[in-house]
């Protein structure tokens, strides 16, 4: 959507706010010996806090309110009774979400208590290229351009990027356009982003995959070589200047 009346920043605020603070206590909340089931009831009640309903379910009937991947998941996993915490896993949280018909999307990845699975480096490497991405978009730039800058820093740190996942423009729906938002230079894609448009930008930045493939539940995604994935996401709002980041209060940067 292109922000066109106060009343709509406001409306996306309010959205973002509902994402960004349930994917921060999420993220608080996860333990050892938890199911990611339970994790995601705790993220279902505080949507249903704030008024908001989850993105996914509402969207694609996704058997679950928030995305929730452990480890060689890349995305979309679905909650579950059997799966179980443990100490040194990745996890990945997408926590997407409407309030009063303005849709708002957040994601990020972190590692559960000690890393004792050396993830952390990947986790960093992820939110790194997604701050540099971000402030570097402005109304005129090239959708390309931020594709190769975040595939270029992801190899100078020694990672690939998933090449059939990408962010998307959102605001009065999940995905909306540009839909195809990614992390390499598509040359194809003459697009460029447009002062007050919403767009949530995502990073997704891998061990040794570059294509993501779809599990037999038909949801949860894995690479197609194998390896970890970290994904971080923010909602924003293109300016001609530097970007309003609408799910900043996640804490992802922090």
């Known amino acids: 959507m292109s922000i066109t009346k106060n009343e709509e920043l406001i409306g996306m605020k309010k959205a973002s706010e509902a994402v960004a603070c349930t994917l921060k206590e999420m993220r608080n909340y996860a333990k050892p010996g938890m199911t990611t089931k339970q994790l995601d009831n705790f993220g279902a009640k505080m949507l249903s806090d704030f008024g908001a309903k989850s993105a996914p379910y509402l969207t694609y009937g996704f058997p679950g309110w928030t995305c929730i991947s452990l480890n060689n998941e890349f995305c979309h996993g ?37 890393d004792v699975n050396q993830h952390q480096k990947l986790i960093d490497a992820s939110k790194q290229i997604l701050l540099k991405a971000i402030f570097n978009i402005k109304g005129g730039v090239r959708i390309s351009d931020i594709g190769l800058l975040i595939e270029t820093e992801a190899k100078k740190l020694g ?13 009065r729906g999940l995905h909306e356009e540009p839909s195809n938002i990614t992390n390499y230079r598509d040359r194809y894609n003459l697009t460029r982003f447009k002062k007050n448009s919403v767009v949530a930008i995502e990073t997704f930045i891998t061990t040794t995959s570059t294509y993501a493939e779809t599990l037999k539940d038909g949801w949860t995604m894995v690479g197609n070589k194998g390896g970890f994935m970290a994904q971080h996401e923010h909602t924003i709002v293109v300016t001609d200047g530097k970007p309003i980041v609408l799910t900043e209060m996640n804490e992802i940067w922090k």
Not at 79 to 97: Q, W
């Open 159 to 171: 990672y690939k990027v998933i090449k059939n996942l990408a962010g998307h423009g959102i605001g």
């Open 78 to 114: 679905i909650p579950s009774d059997n799966r179980i915490l443990k100490e040194g896993d990745l996890i990945n949280i997408d926590v997407s979400a409407e309030l009063d018909g303005f849709w708002s999307d957040n994601g990020g990845s972190f590692v559960l208590g000690e």
